[in-house]
């Protein structure tokens, strides 16, 4: 059995990881903003330095004591894998999460969420579509 979170069945191992210390807002952040670059995660942060600046300075000094001093190579985060993004929408679903939560946890669009949701509702109609 896998030791990630079920709910955050979307993120690579590593975004995993990094949500499980600093939360799902900083990792989804880091996999988008910093994907398949190599960052440096220094052993403090201050509140000016680059990382608290893009994920608030309470999840960087958790990344920077978690994991500093080290370089890390950050994975993307759903950036243009619409097959990730509909599964992780269907499971959120599944789970009973709300749209706005869904939304913020993906960083997608309420529209995008609706429109996955009806569609996961005329797959599961046995009956069909009559037009």
């Given at each position: 059995m896998s030791d990630?979170?079920?709910?955050?069945?979307?993120?690579?191992?590593?975004?995993?990881?990094?949500?499980?210390?600093?939360?799902?807002?900083?990792?989804?952040?880091?996999?988008r903003e910093k994907a398949c670059e190599t960052i440096y995660i220094p052993r403090h942060v201050g509140p000016t330095h680059w990382l608290s600046r893009l994920i608030g300075h309470d999840a960087a000094s958790a990344l920077a004591g978690e994991f500093g001093p080290t370089k890390m190579e950050i994975p993307p985060a759903l950036s243009g894998q619409?097959?990730?993004?509909?599964?992780a929408i269907a499971q959120m679903t599944d789970k009973g999460y709300s749209i706005n939560k869904i939304t913020r946890a993906l960083g997608v669009s309420r529209s995008t969420v609706l429109v996955h949701r009806r569609r996961?509702?005329?797959?599961?109609?046995?009956?069909?579509s009559l037009f």
């Open positions: 990630q979170d079920p709910d955050r069945a979307w993120f690579s191992p590593l975004l995993n990881k990094i949500a499980e210390v600093a939360g799902d807002r900083a990792a989804l952040i880091l996999g619409q097959r990730k993004r509909r599964a996961m509702r005329r797959d599961d109609d046995d009956q069909g």
